[in-house]
């Protein structure tokens, strides 16, 4: 369709796709708006960046201003949760071209009674719209311009001045452009900044040989409370099917009392809105999540759709399972892993709308009964990805609020693509990246590109799944430098514990998989144990919650230091009202040191300038006044975490 404009808008950011998916925020951030907008000509441009909220009848506005190369650059703050669209719109502003043009003739000597009489008629286009004050200025200005005799009041510099500033304040946008409409999710804060710590509840047990009950953690929520996490996450607590039960460390004979493993989902006693019996009841469940929130911590669930053999949807549901012509299912693979205690839901079944109904149901099931606002999602990207764009779209249509971490540990761009569709957080690759450079790599790959728009990277050293190599027999130092690395580097992190601070990292031979693992055997701990790495995990999650640089994760810029067995780098909050700087040695055996260069351009110094660094981990302050400074670390404490005071 024809179109009358002057004005071109192109390359509106941050957009994504072409807005077919949304970028993502969280409540109280700004977002800063850029576009490229052009006209034929020499007329005053002007644009703003227009935003609403979905619950809002009125669009907000913002003005944009120039920043050369026909760039223009607005912002807006998201307040609310939910979704908000924004686009940019832009227009010819006859009146500023006006005012523009007469002041340079005036400069320039020129006679311009007839410009006068002309300005005399924009100011009559809105003087309907401006306070009494502005309104009594502007009928003060229209008697200059069009009285003969009061032509030196009307090329007064200061007058037209304060003229210029009220025809910028009520524009006359004619034959205006708009952009298309860009959205954006914005989260509550939790999204961008969480610290996670799992364990196997029936594991929680004082009492040797006996299975945890949920009543036992709520004993040992002190101790997370303490060690300054916030989420607590929970592989599924749901009944274990009895039929191809997995045996202790993945044997596929189960023995008499071998309890399974919680992802085999399933058995005579419910599915996945019923709880183990051994565990407690859902109102046991229920108690145990609002007892954690007097400790400030959250519980979050496994969302895993996959189903034992005996679970109850095999036989209320059998469409819902692609059967083989021998009557049987195909169990899960994952070669060379075989999962032969879960059966698979089929998506592509003919009854794939109430299949998805039901699936829906589960999640709101455990939101509205229990209260549960975080889930972490098992193998997402085994299932449709517009499956999930609609099921967490259907959720946040009623709980903004709710929480999705993705487990997908698979390909960059599945990854993506799942986030994208609606997964809050995602599991990374950061458990296999351990020398400097892949480290600094990975991170500027998350953080310097479109994916810090919409990727929430969640940094765990270790996962039930996830014995890496270099934690393997691993002493105390690799573990502190493992976890420092995490929590620092992303604001959201986790770790699987107790095996993590009591460094339980015997493998199985050959592989990345814990011996003895809980996945399939119960565990007896010393939930009481304390030791150098509780005492620091807990430290580094108490500033974190002190340090707003520490609570995202984009603004992050690695120095130069001159040993690749040393990492440095610089945070700062959005308005770099904190900053730290991070320096840790990946030496977890012998003394490393360092020329460290600070980054005086970001911090606004020049070299000279005292800069007091606190060490926030030891409680010693050093005064730096060199671009390069010296650093020395060793495995006993192998890292500095400094806030910077200027």
Not at 26 to 39: F, H, N, P, S, Y
Not at 345 to 370: A, H, V
Not at 437 to 465: A, C, H, I
Request: proline share 5%.
């Amino acid at each position: 369709m024809l179109k009358q404009t002057r004005v071109v808008i192109e390359n509106v950011y941050p957009q994504l796709d072409g807005g077919i998916n949304p970028i993502k925020r969280i409540v109280g951030q700004q977002i800063e708006v850029t576009a490229d907008v052009l006209a034929d000509g020499h007329d005053t441009l002007q644009s703003s960046v227009r935003f609403k909220h979905e619950s809002d009848k009125s669009w907000g506005e913002s003005r944009m201003y120039g920043v050369g190369n026909e760039v223009w650059k607005g912002h807006f703050t998201v307040e609310k949760q939910g979704f908000y669209s924004y686009h940019v719109e832009s227009w010819i502003d006859y009146a500023l071209s006006w005012a523009n043009g007469t002041q340079r003739k005036i400069a320039d000597g020129q006679y311009v009674k007839s410009e006068l009489l002309e300005g005399a008629e924009y100011i009559q286009n809105i003087i309907k719209r401006v306070n009494d004050d502005e309104r009594n200025f502007l009928k003060e200005m229209t008697y200059y311009f069009t009285t003969e005799d009061q032509y030196h009041h009307g090329i007064d510099h200061h007058k037209l001045e304060i003229l210029k500033n009220i025809f910028y304040k009520y524009p006359e946008k004619v034959l205006a452009n708009t952009s298309q409409d860009y959205r954006v999710f914005v989260d509550r804060k939790k999204a961008l900044f969480s610290t996670w710590y799992e364990f196997f509840p029936r594991s929680a047990s004082q009492e040797e040989g006996r299975h945890g009950t949920f009543k036992d953690c709520e004993h040992i929520l002190p101790k997370v409370a303490e060690m300054g996490f916030d989420t607590l996450y929970f592989p599924p607590i749901h009944p274990i099917g009895e039929v191809n039960r997995k045996g202790k460390n993945n044997t596929t004979n189960a023995q008499p009392g071998d309890v399974g493993c919680p992802w085999g989902i399933g058995s005579q006693f419910g599915g996945h809105k019923s709880t183990h019996p051994e565990l407690g009841t859902v109102e046991d469940f229920k108690a145990l999540v609002q007892r954690a929130k007097e400790y400030d911590i959250e519980v979050a669930m496994d969302y895993a759709l996959q189903a034992a053999p005996d679970h109850p949807y095999v036989k209320e549901h059998p469409q819902w399972f692609k059967w083989r012509p021998d009557g049987t299912v195909q169990y899960a693979e994952n070669p060379p892993k075989k999962y032969q205690d879960i059966q698979p839901i089929y998506f592509e079944s003919k009854d794939w709308k109430n299949l998805w109904k039901e699936l829906l149901d589960i999640t709101m099931f455990w939101i509205e009964e229990c209260g549960i606002r975080v889930f972490r999602v098992d193998n997402p990207h085994t299932k449709p990805f517009y499956f999930w764009g609609w099921l967490i779209g259907e959720i946040q249509k009623k709980y903004p609020d709710v929480i999705f971490l993705s487990e997908a540990f698979t390909d960059q761009k599945t990854m993506m693509e799942l986030a994208k569709q609606g997964f809050t957080q995602s599991y990374t690759y950061f458990a296999w990246r351990s020398s400097k450079w892949e480290l600094m790599g990975y991170v500027n790959e998350l953080t310097k590109s479109t994916y810090n728009q919409f990727f929430r990277p969640n940094f765990w050293p270790n996962t039930p799944d996830i014995n890496p190599g270099h934690l393997q027999h691993g002493n105390e130092s690799i573990h502190m430098i493992r976890y420092f690395l995490a929590a620092t580097l992303s604001s959201n992190t986790g770790i699987y514990g107790p095996v993590f601070e009591q460094m339980v990292s015997e493998p199985l031979p050959g592989r990345e998989e814990y011996k003895d693992s809980e996945k399939y055997q119960i565990r007896h701990w010393n939930w009481y144990l304390e030791n150098k790495l509780t005492t620091i995990i807990g430290k580094i999650n108490r500033i974190r919650k002190t340090q707003t640089s520490l609570q995202q994760t984009n603004n992050i810029q690695f120095c130069d230091i001159d040993n690749d067995q040393m990492i440095a780098y610089y945070k700062h909050d959005d308005y770099k009202e904190n900053e730290t700087l991070m320096i840790c040695s990946l030496d977890a055996h012998n003394t490393q040191q360092g020329w460290v260069k600070l980054p005086l351009y970001e911090l606004g110094v020049h070299e000279g300038h005292r800069l007091e660094m606190q060490d926030l981990i030891t409680g010693n302050t050093f005064s730096w006044d060199k671009e390069w400074c010296f650093v020395e670390l060793n495995p006993g404490l192998p890292f500095h975490l400094f806030k910077i005071n200027k």
